[in-house]
T-cell receptor, first 115, second 114 residues
Framework: DAGVTQSPTHLIKTRGQHVTLRCSPI?????VSWYQQVLGQGPQFIFQ???????GRGNFPDRFSARQFPNYSSELNVNALLLGDSALYLC??????????????FGPGTRLTVT | GNSVTQMEGPVTLSEEAFLTINCTYT??????LFWYVQYPGEGLQLLLK???ADDKGSNKGFEATYRKETTSFHLEKGSVQVSDSAVYFC?????????????WGAGTKLIIKP
C-alpha cells in the first residue's frame, strides 16, 4: 500500500504570494494532521482534520488554513507568505482521532522556500 | 505547559558503541510517548512508542522505557551502526487540550563513525 503522499516536493514562492500544499493519507485513514518543521527544530502542530472537520489547531496565524475532502485528502493553504514561513511542511495520517496513542504516519514533506 | 526536552546534539559515536539519547517531558495527565527518526532526505518514521508507565517500547535494537517517576523516556541501543545516523525526535501526545497532536522535542542528531 502507498504511504502518505505530498505534493509538490519543493516550492519556491515570493513574499506576499499564496501557496497550496496537498496531502493524500494512507488508504483507510480518516485523520490528517499538518506540521511545520523549521530547519534544526522539531515539528510544530498546525492543524488536525478528522472526517472533514477541524479537530485541532496550533498556534498559527489566520493566514494558515486547511480543509479535508470527502476522500480524506487534505490541502494546507498559506496566504500572504512571509520569509519566516520557509520550512518543511509535513502531513501525517492516522486511522482515527487517535486519543492517547495517536500513531501517525508521515509523508516526505513539502519544502517551501519564501524569497 | 506540555513540553519535551531532548539532549542537544550532535551526538557522535563510533560504530558498536552504546547509545543513550535523553528525553524528559512535562505534561498534564497521562501522555503516550514516542521516538521518531528522520533519516537524511526522508520523512519522519515512528521508531517506538509506550502508552503507559513502565511500558518498554522496542524496535530495530532500540529501546525506551516510560518512567513516570522521573518523567523520562530515554532512547538506548546497545551497539550502533553507521546506518543509525539520523535525527531522533522524542514526542508525546494525549494530554489535556493537546489530545490529538504530537508535541515534539527539538531533535538530536546522531552521527556514527565507522
Amino acid at each position: 500500500d502507498a504511504g502518505v503522499t505530498q505534493s509538490p516536493t519543493h516550492l519556491i514562492k515570493t513574499r506576499g504570494q499564496h501557496v497550496t500544499l496537498r496531502c493524500s493519507p494512507i488508504s483507510g485513514h480518516k485523520s490528517v494532521s499538518w506540521y511545520q518543521q523549521v530547519l534544526g527544530q522539531g515539528p510544530q502542530f498546525i492543524f488536525q482534520y478528522y472526517e472533514k472537520e477541524e479537530r485541532g489547531r496550533g498556534n498559527f496565524p489566520d493566514r494558515f488554513s486547511a480543509r479535508q475532502f470527502p476522500n480524506y485528502s487534505s490541502e494546507l493553504n498559506v496566504n500572504a507568505l512571509l520569509l519566516g514561513d520557509s520550512a518543511l511542511y509535513l502531513c501525517a495520517s492516522s486511522l482515527s482521532r487517535g486519543q492517547g496513542s495517536n500513531e501517525q504516519y508521515f509523508g516526505p514533506g513539502t519544502r517551501l522556500t519564501v524569497t | 505547559g506540555n513540553s519535551v526536552t531532548q539532549m542537544e546534539g550532535p551526538v557522535t559515536l563510533s560504530e558498536e558503541a552504546f547509545l543513550t539519547i535523553n528525553c524528559t517531558y512535562t505534561a498534564t495527565g497521562y501522555p503516550s510517548l514516542f521516538w521518531y527518526v528522520q533519516y537524511p532526505g526522508e520523512g519522519l518514521q515512528l521508531l517506538l512508542k509506550a502508552t503507559k508507565a513502565d511500558d518498554k517500547g522496542s524496535n530495530k535494537g532500540f529501546e525506551a522505557t516510560y518512567r513516570k517517576e522521573t518523567t523520562s523516556f530515554h532512547l538506548e541501543k546497545g551497539s550502533v551502526q553507521v546506518s543509525d545516523s539520523a535525527v531522533y525526535f522524542c514526542a508525546l501526545s494525549g494530554v489535556f487540550r493537546s489530545n490529538y497532536q504530537l508535541i515534539w522535542g527539538a531533535g538530536t542528531k546522531l552521527i556514527i563513525k565507522p
